[in-house]
């Protein structure tokens, strides 16, 4: 079955500190993995794309790794800043389909 | 701006009313999605077009009918809401390209059924 499950659920930190969001997948055929920030009220907004051939993409203070072999993927924010609390969404796309399977997400909370 | 549009933003209604959800996209993209959040946050896609013909269709009640009118809409038509119906709906698209499906998502509709 293709799912995807993200790690932790939840997450507070403090303002200036980094952290790391883990994704593992189980869908096959893969064609590429990607992460999405959703704020609250709001659609996801993708931050970085990555096919099986890429092991690291950075988009600012953010970036994903990704480990085809394992089927791991991360996501690392560095020097977290208020705008950064959402939630933090990991999304595989099958091979040569749009259909794309989601993780239920990671909230990050960042306090000042 | 050029973006993907959804209205209404909040959709209040009871049970067993017929409402409608439209969804406009100005990117000149090829697809368009339908997916449904559920309470606990996870997004599931519910349907797809290409073109205005429909390519994915998840195993959704076959109340919910979308309408593609043209390539840059897509509208989502709900008979006999039932309360397991709310939810937020987001609309997205993306170009037809696979391989490089960036998708982009509108700002929902929330949809409550009393």
């Known amino acids: 079955k293709n799912q995807v499950e993200q790690s932790p659920q939840s997450l507070i930190i403090l303002e200036g500190k980094n952290c790391t969001l883990q994704?593992?997948?189980?869908?096959?055929?893969?064609?590429?993995l990607r992460w999405y920030k959703q704020d609250t009220g709001r659609g996801p907004v993708s931050l970085t794309i990555?096919?099986?051939?890429?092991n690291t993409k950075s988009n600012g203070r953010y970036t994903a790794t990704l480990d085809a072999d394992t089927k791991q993927s991360s996501l690392h924010i560095t020097a977290s800043q208020l705008s950064d609390s959402a939630s933090y969404i990991c999304?595989?796309?099958?091979?040569?389909?749009?259909?794309?399977?989601f993780g239920t997400g990671t909230r990050l909370q960042v306090f000042p | 701006d050029t973006a993907v549009s959804q209205t209404p933003k909040y959709l209040v209604t009871q049970m067993g009313n017929d409402k409608s959800i439209k969804c406009e996209q100005n990117?000149?993209?090829?697809?368009m999605y339908w997916y449904k959040q559920d309470s606990k946050k996870f997004l599931k896609i519910m349907f797809s077009?290409?073109?205005?013909?429909?390519?994915i269709n998840e195993t959704v009640p076959n109340r919910f009918s979308p309408k593609s009118p043209d390539k840059a809409h897509l509208n989502l038509h709900i008979n006999s809401l039932e309360l397991g119906d709310s939810a937020v709906y987001f609309c997205?698209?993306?170009?037809?390209?696979?391989?490089?499906?960036?998708?982009?998502f509108g700002p929902g509709t929330r949809l409550t059924v009393l």
């Open positions: 077009y290409n073109n205005k013909e429909l390519i």
């Open positions: 990117l000149g993209h090829d697809t």
């Open positions: 999304v595989v796309s099958l091979y040569n389909t749009d259909k794309l399977i």
């Open positions: 997205a698209s993306s170009q037809a390209a696979r391989m490089w499906n960036e998708q982009f």
């Open positions: 994704c593992n997948y189980t869908v096959s055929p893969f064609s590429n």
């Open positions: 990555m096919t099986f051939s890429e």
